[in-house]
């Protein structure tokens, strides 16, 4: 093509140069006049020698040597990369997974965490961090060797268990396993979930669903902890707040100093387990909700644009004013105003979650909101699930005092109960325009989104099996209770029985909540 473009150009030219060339001709046939031809010879000339290099540098092919047309670099030390697979899909099923990111032997791939002078984590503070050397081994394009990271232990009630779960804390940040860069990656335990799966099952519907604009990757790994194998754990994006992931880092000061608006990430939890600071700049609590806290992820004191404590109180105020707002409406049944403050999408994706999974923190803790600047507040990321599914002898509202039953509604339920839960969840499912949002949306998912999770659950079951096999000889707690199993759980003797009570309980439970969604039945002291 850029052949054509070159002769076609060359031949418009030398038309040019024919045009010139017979005016000047018949200028000298009619006057003679030599200063005229002259000068017209000089503006031929320089046309020819700066046009015609201009027409050969934009219209000629270009040539490129034997190594460039195979696709090499003009270093030749520079080694050939693989080529990389695309971003990893919204459903990672197991299969992708296995194609993306294992090696041909269908081995989970290695993390293997190395400290310094192998020293142990011996707690979840920033003042327990280690310096660490981080290596993945086994997987087809994410190998990594020596990144130098820091690692302290992470989580609450999960802390205390025997197999513990990790925070990687990287310098700058870094993509493994092709996901997007960060800083934070979290390795989950899953010691008191028995399957092994809750989380794995419960973000691989959340990723596959739209209104939340970020939900996190998760990828099996087989840990081994200075030299020691301790397990079958998941390595997942941790939440934060950056382009990445939550993106929300942004913000708007006029030419006074005053805030107009600013973006943020919020986390609910209990005051009883988090003192705070005596500044009071990490959280804030509502009139009202003295017992639960809403926790600062973005923007923190100390962010970009909250270096001191003039602009992050202008910030606190700022959000706490909007989740007033917000829970003012909320609380109200004011669906206008509700839909004016927050993104309906969301609420209806985070609940529909929560209560199919029957989340027995899904009112109370890891409960996370966020906001950009110029936007409606979301609900969301979803997070936490290892005692979901059946998963606590703690629970309440269950049938027949059947702590692992998949029927009766929860999260809304527990919602309205309690100082310390928040009570959004239950009144906005009084409000007839959510309701009708949320039943359309679960029936919209059950035989789709719902039913490819559930779907999922037997081939993750065998390419992870030998990996399994190997965290159950390192943790021989399959006959034992952990907290919180129920007592039906407890029975369960086997990983392939533990998994097959986990399926049974998606099938189930989605089969209830269609039942009771489909034929508008009535919700307990709700509607």
């Known amino acids: 093509m850029r052949c054509y473009i070159y002769i076609y150009n060359i031949h418009l030219f030398f ?66 990369e693989p080529e990389e697979p695309d971003d990893p899909p919204g459903f990672l099923t197991f299969e992708l997974f296995k194609e993306k990111y294992m090696t041909y032997t269908d081995e989970v791939p290695v993390i293997r965490i190395d400290t310094a002078g192998g ?51 990287a310098d700058r940040r870094t993509t493994i396993f092709g996901l997007p860069s960060a800083r934070d990656w979290v390795l989950m335990a899953n010691y008191a979930d028995k399957s092994l799966m809750r989380n794995y099952t419960a973000h691989l519907l959340s ?143 985070y609940l529909l979650v929560k209560e199919l999974s029957r989340d027995v923190d899904g009112a109370q803790l890891s409960i996370f909101m966020n ?24 629970i309440p509202f269950t049938p027949d005092n059947d702590k692992s039953s998949p029927e009766g509604w929860y999260v809304v339920l527990q919602s309205g109960v309690g100082e310390e839960q928040l ?18 949306r679960f029936l919209e998912l059950s035989d789709s989104n719902i039913q490819f999770t559930i779907d999922c659950i037997d081939p993750v079951r065998e390419a992870i099996r030998e990996a399994a096999d190997r965290n159950y000889q390192r943790w021989d707690h399959l006959n034992y209770y952990v907290w919180p199993n129920p007592s039906k759980l407890v029975a369960i003797k086997t990983w392939d029985g533990q998994v097959d009570f986990i399926k049974d309980f998606w099938t189930e439970r989605n089969n209830w909540m269609y039942d009771q969604l489909y034929n508008r039945r009535s919700i307990p002291e709700i509607r």
């Open 423 to 440: 009570p959004w969840f239950n009144s906005i499912m009084k409000m007839d325009d959510y309701y009708e949002a949320f039943r359309t």
């Open 15 to 80: 038309g040019f140069v024919r045009v010139i060339g017979t005016k000047i001709a018949q200028q000298l046939e009619k006057t003679g006049n030599m200063l005229y031809i002259n000068c017209m010879k000089k503006k031929l000339i320089l046309l020819l020698a700066v046009i015609l290099p201009f027409l050969l540098i934009i219209s000629c092919p270009q040539v490129k040597s034997p190594q460039e047309q195979n696709g090499q670099t003009d270093d030749p030390e520079e080694p050939d």
């Open 119 to 169: 020293a142990s984590v011996t707690g979840t503070s920033a003042a327990h961090l280690r310096d660490a050397i981080v290596s993945i081994e086994g997987s087809k394009f994410y190998n990594i060797s020596n990144w130098p990271v820091k690692i302290r232990g992470r989580g609450n009630s999960t802390w205390i268990m025997p197999k513990k779960p990790y925070l990687i804390k």
């Open 371 to 394: 906001k950009k600047i110029d936007e409606k507040m979301q609900m969301g990321p979803l997070w936490d699930f290892d005692l979901a599914f059946g998963n606590a002898d703690y």
């Open 207 to 349: 990723r596959s669903l739209s209104a939340i604009d970020f939900n996190a990757n998760v990828i099996w790994v087989e840990l081994y902890f200075n030299g020691r194998y301790e397990g079958l754990y998941c390595i997942q994006e941790q939440i934060e707040s950056n382009s990445n992931r939550v993106d929300v880092e942004k913000y708007l000061f006029d030419a006074y100093g005053n805030l107009i608006d600013v973006g943020f990430l919020l986390e609910v939890d209990w005051a009883s387990r988090n003192p705070g600071s005596a500044l009071n700049r990490d959280y804030f609590t509502l009139s009202g909700l003295s017992d639960i806290q809403f926790f600062l992820k973005y923007p923190r004191y100390g962010d970009e644009g909250f270096e001191d404590t003039a602009s992050h109180s202008q910030a606190v105020t700022y959000i706490r004013n909007y989740i007033t707002d917000v829970h003012n409406a909320i609380q109200g049944q004011d669906f206008i105003g509700f839909r004016n403050l927050c993104d309906i999408d969301s609420f209806v994706d």
